[in-house]
Antibody, heavy 119, light 108 residues
Framework: EVQLVESGGGLVQPGGSLRLSCAAS????????MSWVRQAPGKGLEWVSD????????YYADSVKGRFTISRDNAKRSLYLQLNSLRAEDTAVYYC????????????WGQGTLVTVSS | EIVMTQSPATLSVSPGERATLSCRAS??????LAWYQQKPGQAPRLLIY???TRATGTPARFSGSGSGTEFTLTISSLQSEDFAVYYC??????????FGGGTKVEIK
Protein backbone atom coordinates (compact mmCIF):
# COMPACT_ATOMS: atom_id res chain seq x y z
CA GLU A 1 0.00 0.00 0.00
CA VAL A 2 1.30 3.43 -0.96
CA GLN A 3 1.61 5.52 2.21
CA LEU A 4 2.95 8.91 3.25
CA VAL A 5 3.17 9.78 6.94
CA GLU A 6 4.06 13.29 8.09
CA SER A 7 5.41 14.24 11.49
CA GLY A 8 7.06 17.16 13.24
CA GLY A 9 4.22 19.64 13.47
CA GLY A 10 3.38 21.53 16.63
CA LEU A 11 3.07 24.91 18.32
CA VAL A 12 5.91 27.36 17.71
CA GLN A 13 6.36 31.04 18.47
CA PRO A 14 6.64 33.63 15.71
CA GLY A 15 10.20 33.72 14.43
CA GLY A 16 10.77 30.12 15.46
CA SER A 17 11.70 27.04 13.49
CA LEU A 18 10.36 23.57 12.90
CA ARG A 19 11.34 20.58 10.77
CA LEU A 20 8.67 18.47 9.16
CA SER A 21 9.29 14.92 7.99
CA CYS A 22 7.40 12.65 5.63
CA ALA A 23 8.06 8.90 5.61
CA ALA A 24 7.18 7.09 2.40
CA SER A 25 6.38 3.42 1.94
CA UNK A 26 4.80 1.12 -0.62
CA UNK A 27 6.49 2.63 -3.68
CA UNK A 28 9.93 3.37 -5.06
CA UNK A 29 10.43 6.75 -3.38
CA UNK A 30 13.66 7.54 -5.24
CA UNK A 31 11.76 7.54 -8.56
CA UNK A 32 9.26 10.23 -7.64
CA UNK A 33 9.16 13.99 -7.47
CA MET A 34 7.61 15.19 -4.22
CA SER A 35 5.91 18.34 -2.97
CA TRP A 36 4.62 20.00 0.16
CA VAL A 37 1.13 21.54 0.08
CA ARG A 38 -0.43 23.41 2.98
CA GLN A 39 -3.93 24.35 4.07
CA ALA A 40 -4.65 27.10 6.56
CA PRO A 41 -7.58 26.40 8.93
CA GLY A 42 -10.84 26.62 6.99
CA LYS A 43 -9.04 27.71 3.81
CA GLY A 44 -8.02 26.24 0.48
CA LEU A 45 -4.91 24.46 -0.71
CA GLU A 46 -1.59 26.24 -1.29
CA TRP A 47 1.41 24.62 -2.96
CA VAL A 48 4.58 25.29 -0.95
CA SER A 49 7.57 23.54 -2.48
CA ASP A 50 8.67 20.83 -4.91
CA UNK A 51 11.78 18.67 -5.24
CA UNK A 52 12.70 16.37 -8.10
CA UNK A 53 13.58 12.73 -7.54
CA UNK A 54 17.33 13.36 -7.54
CA UNK A 55 17.06 16.70 -5.71
CA UNK A 56 18.52 18.39 -8.78
CA UNK A 57 15.70 20.91 -9.07
CA UNK A 58 13.82 22.63 -6.25
CA TYR A 59 11.02 25.17 -6.39
CA TYR A 60 9.33 27.31 -3.74
CA ALA A 61 6.26 29.46 -3.52
CA ASP A 62 7.14 33.14 -3.17
CA SER A 63 5.42 33.19 0.23
CA VAL A 64 8.03 30.84 1.72
CA LYS A 65 11.12 31.47 -0.42
CA GLY A 66 14.16 32.20 1.73
CA ARG A 67 12.49 30.86 4.87
CA PHE A 68 11.64 27.23 4.07
CA THR A 69 13.98 24.53 2.76
CA ILE A 70 12.86 21.28 1.15
CA SER A 71 15.12 18.24 1.07
CA ARG A 72 14.96 14.48 0.79
CA ASP A 73 16.92 11.38 1.70
CA ASN A 74 16.17 8.64 -0.80
CA ALA A 75 18.05 6.03 1.22
CA LYS A 76 15.72 6.76 4.15
CA ARG A 77 12.66 7.16 1.89
CA SER A 78 12.00 10.49 3.54
CA LEU A 79 11.03 14.02 2.56
CA TYR A 80 11.70 17.04 4.77
CA LEU A 81 10.66 20.66 5.10
CA GLN A 82 12.68 23.00 7.31
CA LEU A 83 10.54 25.96 8.38
CA ASN A 84 12.42 29.04 9.64
CA SER A 85 11.35 32.57 10.56
CA LEU A 86 7.81 31.35 11.04
CA ARG A 87 4.90 33.76 10.88
CA ALA A 88 1.30 33.55 12.04
CA GLU A 89 0.21 33.17 8.42
CA ASP A 90 2.25 29.94 8.15
CA THR A 91 -0.25 28.27 10.46
CA ALA A 92 -1.65 25.37 8.46
CA VAL A 93 -1.87 21.64 7.98
CA TYR A 94 1.16 20.65 5.91
CA TYR A 95 0.72 17.73 3.53
CA CYS A 96 3.45 15.89 1.71
CA UNK A 97 2.29 14.72 -1.69
CA UNK A 98 3.67 12.48 -4.38
CA UNK A 99 3.83 13.98 -7.85
CA UNK A 100 2.44 11.68 -10.51
CA UNK A 101 4.84 10.50 -13.22
CA UNK A 102 2.62 11.48 -16.12
CA UNK A 103 1.43 14.90 -15.01
CA UNK A 104 2.38 17.41 -12.33
CA UNK A 105 -0.54 16.39 -10.18
CA UNK A 106 -0.62 14.93 -6.69
CA UNK A 107 -1.65 11.28 -6.81
CA UNK A 108 -0.92 10.38 -3.20
CA TRP A 109 -1.15 12.51 -0.04
CA GLY A 110 -0.20 12.07 3.58
CA GLN A 111 -2.65 12.73 6.39
CA GLY A 112 -1.00 16.07 7.18
CA THR A 113 0.72 17.60 10.19
CA LEU A 114 -0.52 20.78 11.87
CA VAL A 115 1.84 23.70 12.37
CA THR A 116 0.55 26.47 14.65
CA VAL A 117 2.52 29.69 14.89
CA SER A 118 1.40 31.69 17.90
CA SER A 119 2.79 33.41 20.96
CA GLU B 1 1.12 33.45 -11.61
CA ILE B 2 -1.99 31.78 -13.02
CA VAL B 3 -5.03 32.50 -10.86
CA MET B 4 -7.68 29.79 -10.68
CA THR B 5 -11.25 30.83 -9.86
CA GLN B 6 -13.94 28.33 -8.91
CA SER B 7 -17.67 28.84 -8.89
CA PRO B 8 -19.95 28.64 -7.13
CA ALA B 9 -18.35 28.69 -3.69
CA THR B 10 -21.15 26.46 -2.41
CA LEU B 11 -23.48 24.21 -4.37
CA SER B 12 -26.58 22.72 -2.74
CA VAL B 13 -27.70 19.55 -4.48
CA SER B 14 -30.10 16.72 -3.63
CA PRO B 15 -28.83 13.12 -3.72
CA GLY B 16 -29.30 11.66 -7.19
CA GLU B 17 -29.15 15.03 -8.91
CA ARG B 18 -26.43 16.31 -11.22
CA ALA B 19 -23.79 18.74 -9.98
CA THR B 20 -21.81 21.03 -12.25
CA LEU B 21 -18.72 22.80 -10.90
CA SER B 22 -16.74 25.43 -12.78
CA CYS B 23 -13.10 26.41 -12.78
CA ARG B 24 -11.63 29.33 -14.72
CA ALA B 25 -7.96 30.11 -15.33
CA SER B 26 -6.60 33.64 -15.68
CA UNK B 27 -4.73 32.51 -18.80
CA UNK B 28 -4.73 29.36 -20.88
CA UNK B 29 -3.57 26.20 -19.14
CA UNK B 30 -4.26 24.00 -22.17
CA UNK B 31 -5.57 20.71 -20.74
CA UNK B 32 -3.19 20.72 -17.78
CA LEU B 33 -5.93 20.83 -15.18
CA ALA B 34 -6.68 18.48 -12.30
CA TRP B 35 -9.59 18.10 -9.90
CA TYR B 36 -9.38 16.95 -6.28
CA GLN B 37 -11.99 15.94 -3.71
CA GLN B 38 -11.51 16.67 -0.03
CA LYS B 39 -13.76 15.42 2.75
CA PRO B 40 -13.71 16.93 6.26
CA GLY B 41 -10.63 15.92 8.23
CA GLN B 42 -9.10 14.11 5.26
CA ALA B 43 -6.37 14.82 2.74
CA PRO B 44 -7.37 15.69 -0.80
CA ARG B 45 -7.77 12.91 -3.33
CA LEU B 46 -6.96 13.17 -7.04
CA LEU B 47 -10.08 12.67 -9.17
CA ILE B 48 -9.29 13.94 -12.66
CA TYR B 49 -6.13 14.94 -14.53
CA UNK B 50 -5.52 16.17 -18.04
CA UNK B 51 -8.87 17.97 -17.69
CA UNK B 52 -10.86 14.83 -18.47
CA THR B 53 -8.98 11.64 -17.53
CA ARG B 54 -10.26 9.89 -14.44
CA ALA B 55 -7.60 8.89 -11.94
CA THR B 56 -7.42 5.31 -10.74
CA GLY B 57 -10.43 4.54 -8.60
CA THR B 58 -12.51 7.55 -9.64
CA PRO B 59 -16.11 6.46 -10.30
CA ALA B 60 -17.51 6.94 -13.79
CA ARG B 61 -20.13 9.39 -12.50
CA PHE B 62 -17.32 11.97 -12.30
CA SER B 63 -16.42 13.61 -15.59
CA GLY B 64 -14.21 16.54 -16.48
CA SER B 65 -14.28 18.73 -19.55
CA GLY B 66 -12.83 21.93 -20.97
CA SER B 67 -9.55 23.32 -22.17
CA GLY B 68 -7.81 26.66 -22.26
CA THR B 69 -9.38 28.76 -19.53
CA GLU B 70 -12.78 27.16 -18.86
CA PHE B 71 -13.25 23.81 -17.16
CA THR B 72 -16.13 21.84 -15.70
CA LEU B 73 -16.40 18.95 -13.27
CA THR B 74 -19.71 17.11 -13.52
CA ILE B 75 -21.03 14.59 -11.04
CA SER B 76 -23.85 12.87 -12.90
CA SER B 77 -25.84 11.53 -9.95
CA LEU B 78 -24.70 12.61 -6.52
CA GLN B 79 -24.13 9.91 -3.95
CA SER B 80 -23.91 10.54 -0.21
CA GLU B 81 -20.13 10.07 -0.30
CA ASP B 82 -19.73 12.82 -2.90
CA PHE B 83 -20.61 15.67 -0.56
CA ALA B 84 -17.23 17.32 -0.11
CA VAL B 85 -15.08 20.23 -1.24
CA TYR B 86 -13.66 20.11 -4.76
CA TYR B 87 -10.52 21.93 -5.92
CA CYS B 88 -9.08 22.49 -9.37
CA UNK B 89 -5.32 22.83 -9.93
CA UNK B 90 -3.36 23.98 -12.95
CA UNK B 91 0.05 22.59 -13.86
CA UNK B 92 0.60 24.15 -17.27
CA UNK B 93 2.78 27.03 -16.17
CA UNK B 94 4.65 26.72 -12.89
CA UNK B 95 6.05 27.47 -10.42
CA UNK B 96 3.84 28.16 -8.74
CA UNK B 97 1.37 25.32 -8.99
CA UNK B 98 -1.96 26.95 -8.22
CA PHE B 99 -5.30 25.78 -6.89
CA GLY B 100 -8.74 27.27 -7.09
CA GLY B 101 -10.49 28.37 -3.91
CA GLY B 102 -12.74 25.33 -3.87
CA THR B 103 -16.43 24.51 -4.29
CA LYS B 104 -18.29 22.95 -1.40
CA VAL B 105 -20.99 20.51 -2.51
CA GLU B 106 -23.56 20.23 0.25
CA ILE B 107 -26.79 18.35 0.72
CA LYS B 108 -29.87 20.32 -0.27
Amino acid sequence: EVQLVESGGGLVQPGGSLRLSCAASGFLFSNYEMSWVRQAPGKGLEWVSDITASSSTIYYADSVKGRFTISRDNAKRSLYLQLNSLRAEDTAVYYCARVAHYETTFDCWGQGTLVTVSS
Amino acid sequence: EIVMTQSPATLSVSPGERATLSCRASQSVSSNLAWYQQKPGQAPRLLIYGASTRATGTPARFSGSGSGTEFTLTISSLQSEDFAVYYCQQYNNWPPLTFGGGTKVEIK
